[in-house]
């Protein structure tokens, strides 16, 4: 095997044993529905095999169908989260087995294809990076179920730097023109494409994301309370969801606790806030006299580098991340503390954008001009609908391989069962221009 290929097999089973750790559990954790937002774990084990067997083993490979009747239960367009306790699924043990018999095949067929041939799907591995990168999607949504859950013990915890020292509060960004989107990175989806030139005035944006400590803040000014700060949906949110804080946040003697995977702990003030909503942190940055970055203001803070005149793939550059520049691939299961990344900073001085938390924008997810689906329009293409914000920069949740400055995610404005946070901008006054 050529040593792109190794390079791929390594990346196939990176994603697999984090879905083999996230469902190593008993039968009744993985089959029961913890929420109506997601799907019971089982499912999603068995969905990422029939995702491979589709793409890689029928589309890519030519070969048929290993159980054709089982399909229908694992497409996502089918059947909504809510409704997936009640299909007839694999089974636990049914579902290892089958998709370890996927998984087999894919390598077989990974050994014999031509990665450098016309078809755009073989084409630098492009239909691998598309099960690699879906397979990580879907761990981190496994992990958002079993944050859900309450189970304690199951998602291992690690170490992280600690609190940076203190720094501007925000950095500017000069007007002008930059490249948004990618036409050359392989592995980029079609929402990501094309490259195109955008232009932007002036703007600031804050150094690093809202830390708890700033949104506690926010919640005990009465933020929850006044209708100032939300938006007609914002309040319509508020009161149907009679939210009063971020998701698993309680209040006890004084003290702001938080519940995360199973385990009660008082909310660590330096970190980013997290388990926020679209609503959440757009009524906090009209109570902080600020709003939400665009995402093309979040895109060129994080990887343009202004004097090169070129897109980076990470803001520090088109290095791997390491465990210095950023909070990645679950080597804990928190945000890293404020400023804990000096290293990942970005050209123009911003922290943190790459991991710790999505990062919630001002922008609806919609088509860059150009774009064209690829391979299939149920992946980007029938959400470009105006019901969905984009968020950024992936979460302590995310892999590396699903991480670079202009992956695009997408989510309801109302949803904070993901690991979402943001940070605030403004738009330059004249005389800061
Ligand atoms: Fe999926």
Redesign the pocket.
């Known amino acids: 095997m050529s040593d792109f290929k190794e390079r791929i097999a390594a990346e196939l089973t990176a994603a697999r044993s984090r879905s083999i750790a996230y469902t190593d559990a008993e039968d009744d954790l993985l089959v029961r529905q913890h929420s109506p937002l997601m799907s019971p774990l089982v499912w999603?084990l068995a969905?990422?095999g029939n995702?491979e067997e589709l793409w890689v083993l029928r589309q890519a490979g030519g070969i048929a169908p290993l159980r054709p009747e089982i399909d229908e239960m694992y497409d996502?367009f089918r059947h909504p989260r809510a409704d997936r306790p009640s299909l007839p699924v694999l089974g636990p043990g049914e579902a290892r087995h089958y998709i370890g018999g996927v998984r087999g095949r894919v390598l077989d067929v990974l050994d014999e294809i031509d990665l450098h041939g016309p078809d755009p799907l073989h084409r630098d591995g492009f239909v691998f990076g598309l099960v690699i990168q879906?397979e990580h999607?879907?761990d981190e949504t496994m992990l958002a179920t079993l944050q859900l859950s309450g189970q304690a013990g199951l998602v291992r915890d690690g170490d992280l730097p600690p609190a940076g020292p203190p720094g501007p509060a925000e950095v500017f960004v000069p007007p002008g023109s930059f490249v948004m989107g990618t036409g050359t990175r392989p592995w980029a989806y079609d929402n990501e494409r094309p490259a195109h030139l955008v232009e932007l005035p002036g703007y600031w944006i804050d150094r690093l994301p809202v830390g708890n400590r700033a949104y506690a803040d926010f919640v005990e000014d009465g933020g929850y309370d006044d209708p100032r700060w939300w938006s007609g949906e914002g309040l319509h949110w508020l009161r149907h969801g009679r939210a009063f804080a971020p998701l698993f946040w309680r209040r006890d003697g004084g003290t702001w606790w938080r519940t995360r995977f199973g385990r009660t702990e008082p909310v660590p003030m330096d970190e980013p806030v997290q388990h926020v909503c679209w609503y959440e942190a757009e009524a906090y940055a009209r109570w902080a006299g600020r709003r939400l970055p665009t995402e093309a203001e979040w895109e060129r803070a994080c990887g343009w580098d202004a004097e090169a005149e070129r897109a980076l793939l990470h803001p520090w550059g088109d290095d791997a991340p390491g465990p210095g520049r950023a909070n990645l691939g679950h080597r804990a299961a928190r945000p890293a503390p404020l400023g804990a990344f000096p290293a990942g900073a970005s050209p123009c001085g911003a922290e943190q954008m790459i991991g710790d938390v999505w990062e919630w924008t001002d922008s609806w997810f919609l088509p860059y001009p150009g774009f064209r689906s690829f391979p299939y329009p149920e992946y980007s293409e029938v959400f470009f609908d105006s019901r969905h914000r984009v968020l950024r920069g992936g979460s302590w949740a995310s892999d590396p391989a699903v991480v670079r400055t202009t992956f695009r995610n997408w989510d309801l404005p109302a949803r904070r069962q993901i690991f979402s946070g943001f940070r605030c901008a403004r738009t330059a006054r004249p005389e800061e221009d």
């Open positions: 999603d969905h990422v995702y996502a879906h999607q879907h």
